[in-house]
């Protein structure tokens, strides 16, 4: 599987919008978008560049899956289950993508950045229902307990994240035992719950042409 080496901050460059890929560091002054908020490349100054149907809706799919970290195939995967549940496809995309355990554990700021959390999740530091689960992919249920590993709550990183998650905020599907170092799921997201400008009906036709 191909893996990005390049610096992530050209992601949000590209999609003409913070992506919050490298954490506290996106609130600060250092931020390069905030810096350069135009496209990377020797070209990327330019503007009045007309962009086709296609291109929009590409750009919107390469947006949502550099935000969650994943590959084409991995996306892929997702849409297609999201397209064979009930219900409306885009939504369920979302949902089944704010399921995953490295995206729970962002959420619930146990980690500064969804990449981090792929680390930590892959590291075995969290425990989901008292079980080792080391799979980033991992989809939590309703109920299910999201808990970090005793030996890993001295870790000054994850002090600091659960500092800066103030300033994001918990989602109200979450709830956070911030002095257990423990987490659960409330019940699933619902569309209104994710406020990062998102069209996901423009991936759905996208990948149903």
Known sequence: MARYTDSVCRHCR?????LYLKG?????DKCAFDRRSYPPGEHGERRGRKISD?????REKQKVKRMYGLSENQFRLFFKRADRQKGITG??????LERRLD??????????????????????????????????????????????????RKI?????????????????????????HKGSVKSFPVREDLTMPMQEQLIVELYSK
């Open 14 to 18: 590209r999609e003409n919008m913070k």
């Open 24 to 28: 506290d560091r996106c609130y600060s």
């Open 54 to 58: 296609y291109g929009i809706q590409l």
């Open 91 to 96: 939504t369920n995309l979302l949902v089944l």
């Open 103 to 152: 995206n729970v554990v962002y959420r619930l700021g146990f980690v500064n950045s969804r990449a981090q959390g792929r680390q930590f999740v892959r590291h075995n530091h969290f425990r989901v229902n008292s079980k080792k689960i080391n799979i980033p992919s991992y989809l939590v249920r309703i109920g299910d307990t999201i808990e970090l590993r005793e030996k890993s």
């Open 156 to 180: 000054p990183t994850i002090d600091d994240s659960l500092e800066a998650v103030v300033r994001r905020g918990i989602p109200q599907w979450l709830d956070l035992e911030r002095e257990n």
